[in-house]
């Protein structure tokens, strides 16, 4: 018995790269023996390694503000009589608010978004919520997310869109800052969730050879393997391929400049995802901070303010660093709750009910506030809270109508007949 | 899984710092000389319990380069690297992860 340099190399040691690109992943997906995955590497061939086909699909990203966010203070409604004597000391005044009509004002720190709000691609619907009002974080998530009240089956409307027009690539629905997969991407639809970019390779040598052999070795053990572990392995071997090029971080277009931290960070990615064309249908993003029990403070200074601020101008780097790819990608901002009409003792706000969505981007009939306002006088609120006379899955379900035309609602959104809300548009 | 095998290819190859503590390379090698698809079974044996089929042991050598009948005659021989990499390959595998 020898070690031959064949045996030391393998039956071809420059397997590897021999190959082409195109031929690798001809050979991986006829490995994996999968009509789908043969289809999606198909795509990331023509998509990631040539980069020839244009691909025109509209995307949708949706921006969840985790822990409540107050959307009185996001869009105030300076007009409604009882708003300033709710909120002694956190109230804004009309001199202070951008963008203002007779009843409504946004948030001065939304002010790196005003331009849009002028052009009419950035906009809001407000007094939107769930059908009944639940102040749990965690279970007013999960309704929003799940968008099917009354069923049993662990599926989130994103999964259910992506079941809809999907093919099965996980890259189609992808969930960037946390790695953990958001009720909205729960279901049988394969989907992404990651913290940062760079953290989706498989770990290897920097050797190609290596790299190589790596990947084959996955693909023998794998590719065979059934059940949601395999579909999920093999998952992850495409997709780590496919965004090989994403993994090295690279500075954003145009000159746009995100704020620092997290918000700033999941924007930067999942620009950098969409301008990648990779087949990219649906992002959700998680944005935390928005549960401002105390000191919630005023438009020059405090919790409030500062997140806004990272909002809005990461949404305004996010565009930017778009390019001409704004053109078809649609911003929604979701929380689980509004917050309470009336200030507490610590100058917060705690958990209410009715809150507002902020609308940017393709499609979005902007430079207006989309309401049936209830009013916040005593009588018309819902044990203190803002009413909801907007059901948020009317506002989603326009955004999917317009945007993706292809999508069955009554299969993404069950049981449900959205009513009209007029704030997106069909666009080419 | 992404995830996972990062994990995996980070504890075989002592990517870990502080206190951990590793056994020997030689004490995973079964008495040698001996084909590499062997020291291949006998490591699964102990990793896993389990004994490896062809398919597997197939998967493993090709993670390292090297054909089943190469002949380890000692560790020197599988280099500075492949000892990690057959460790941590064994643990991505199905056999592993379902079990």
New interface residues.
Partial sequence: ???TR??????CECEGLAHSRRAFLKTVGTVAGSTVLATAFGDVFRQVAFGAITDNANVLVVLSLRGGADGLSLVVPHGDPAYVGARPHIALSPSELIGNDWMFGLHPALAPLLPKWRDGSFGAVHAVGTPQPNRSHFAAMEAIEDADPGSSLRCGWVNRMIGVIGTDEPVEGAQIGT?TVPTSLFGPAPSLSLNRLS?????S?SDP??QQ??R???H???DG?A?P??Q??R??LTT?LTLAPLTQDRPPHNGAVYPYGDVGTAMAETARLIRAQVGTRVVTVDAGGWDMHTSLGTSTSGAMRNKVNELATGLAAFFADLGPWADRVTVVTISEFGRRVTENGSQGLDHGYGNCMLLLGAGVIGGRVHTRWPGLGGKKLVDGDLAVTVDIRSVLAEVLKARFPEADLSAVFPSFTPEWVGAVRSTP | MLNSWTVHATMANGWVGGAVGFQPPEAWMPALPARLSFVVDHIVRKLLARQSSAALRSAVCRKVGLRPDYLVRSIRDLGSWRLGSILSSVLDTPLHMTR
Avoid at chain 1, 199 to 203: D, R
């Fill in positions: 018995m020898t070690n064949e045996a030391v190399l393998g039956t790695s953290s989706l390779k498989l770990i040598s050879i290596r052999y790596h084959q070795s996955l023998r053990v794998w393997a059940g572990l395999g999920g392995a998952a992850a780590s």
